[in-house]
């Protein structure tokens, strides 16, 4: 069982940077993807940015640029650098490790951490 447990949401204003952590713990799979997702109110849950064990990034085609995902394997910990952030960016940021084990499959989200951008 893996728990992941998000950090350093807030509130900032536009223009602004915000860093966010998110500290995985628990079991460890022997390949997994993990990811960045938000979800603003009324709206679903879209992807932000995903990396793979091996350190493969991908992101939302609107978000290249301003965002950066990155993974520190020795905390166990991945990140997700926001800068010039915008009120659209305004949401629930969610951590999320997709495992993989003996040709199974193991999804976890963190509790989310609201992202706030003032105009």
């Known amino acids: 069982q893996v728990q992941l447990v998000e950090s350093g949401g807030g509130l900032v204003q536009a223009g602004g940077s915000l860093r966010l952590s998110c500290a995985a713990s628990g079991s460890i799979f022997s390949d997994y993807i993990m990811g960045w997702y938000r979800q603003a109110p009324g709206k679903q849950r879209d992807l932000v940015a995903t990396?793979?064990?091996?350190?493969?990034?991908n992101y939302a085609e609107s978000l290249k640029g301003r965002f950066t995902i990155s993974m520190d394997n020795s905390k166990s910990t991945m990140y997700l650098q926001m800068n010039n952030l915008e009120p659209e960016d305004t949401a629930v940021y969610y951590c999320?490790?997709?495992?993989?084990?003996?040709?199974?499959?193991?999804?976890?989200w963190g509790q989310g951490t609201q992202v706030t951008v003032s105009s």
């Open positions: 990396i793979t064990k091996s350190g493969s990034t």
């Open positions: 999320n490790q997709v495992g993989f084990e003996r040709f199974r499959r193991f999804e976890t």
